[in-house]
């Protein structure tokens, strides 16, 4: 059985790492909240491997860091670094369902093709007009001043739907000098507006009824399982680090609800 300690408050740093000034931003915007580390799993706070072919290889490493609040029952980064292979942040916070909150979801992928980025506060029951509304009131404004900065990522398969906002921002960049200056210029600052009004609705959020509780629970519970299941990190990580320990850190710190 893997033993147990809370990872660190300070957050994730790796050597060469795209993604550090965003989970920067992260750590920085939590601070003024009570903030206390997460259990993680030992064998899941750092993982290095090597990965590519013998004339090429090259190192791989996966780290974790995470904390809890009295309103957020895990916020965690998931980060991958594998050179130009790979460059990953994951970033959740998944709330308390004794608070009637989205998730905050931010996806920054680069790969050999080019960078995936989405961002998102998506809902644990989207056919809830009290839990989306005053979320999505708020949220449009925003994702509407940056989308007309970014192209259009593409359709989200039919099954996904459920578990997007009408204000899911998913956009594909090309590598090199145009891509970063999007990223630093308009992708940085979206997702400091998105974190920021979460954070907003969280300072409002109050707690619900015992049975408001269950049916927040419930969306959530659908959530992660949909999530645990369809992960697009799944095949990649496989390769780099097996598929045993994958899944194990897929089903008990990724989505561990």
Same mark, same amino acid.
């Given at each position: 059985m893997s033993s147990f300690r809370s990872s660190s408050t300070d957050p994730v740093c790796l050597a060469g790492w795209a993604w550090q000034p965003f989970l920067d931003d992260a750590v920085e915007a939590l601070k003024p909240l009570s903030v206390e580390p997460y259990p993680v799993p030992d064998r899941f706070l750092q993982r290095e491997d090597q990965s590519g072919s013998k004339a090429n290889p090259f190192t791989v490493t996966t780290a974790t860091w995470a904390c809890k609040t009295e309103k957020y029952r895990q916020v965690r980064a998931a980060c991958v670094n594998a050179g130009r292979a790979a460059s990953v942040l994951n970033f959740v916070i998944n709330p308390s369902s004794r608070f009637d909150l989205p998730f905050?979801?931010? !996806? &920054?992928v680069t790969l050999p093709s080019g960078h995936l980025l989405a961002l998102?506060? *998506?809902?644990?029951?989207?056919? !809830?007009p009290d839990h989306t509304q005053p979320v999505w009131d708020r949220l449009m404004p925003i994702f509407e001043r940056w989308r007309q900065e970014l192209p259009d990522g593409g359709p989200i398969p039919e099954e996904a739907q459920p578990f997007f906002s009408p204000a899911f921002l998913w956009t594909r960049l090309p590598l090199g000098e145009e891509g970063d200056q999007i990223i630093e210029s308009v992708v940085r %600052?979206?997702?400091? !507006? #998105? &974190?920021? &009004? #979460?954070?907003? &609705?969280? =300072? $409002?959020? $109050?707690?619900? %009824?015992?049975? +408001?509780?269950?049916?927040?629970l =419930?969306? *959530?519970? +659908?959530?992660?399982? #949909?999530? =645990?299941?369809? !992960? %697009?990190?799944?095949?990649?990580?496989? +390769?780099f680090h097996g598929s045993e320990w994958?899944? =194990? #850190?897929?089903?008990?710190?990724?989505?561990?609800?």
């Open positions: 905050f979801g931010g !996806d &920054l998102d506060l *998506q809902p644990a029951d989207k056919d !809830d %600052p979206a997702f400091n !507006d #998105y &974190l920021k &009004l #979460y954070f907003e &609705l969280s =300072a $409002e959020a $109050e707690a619900v %009824p015992a049975e +408001r509780q269950q049916h927040l =419930a969306g *959530q519970q +659908r959530y992660t399982a #949909y999530r =645990a299941e369809k !992960d %697009p990190a799944r095949g990649m990580l496989t +390769r994958t899944e =194990a #850190y897929i089903h008990s710190v990724l989505f561990d609800l």
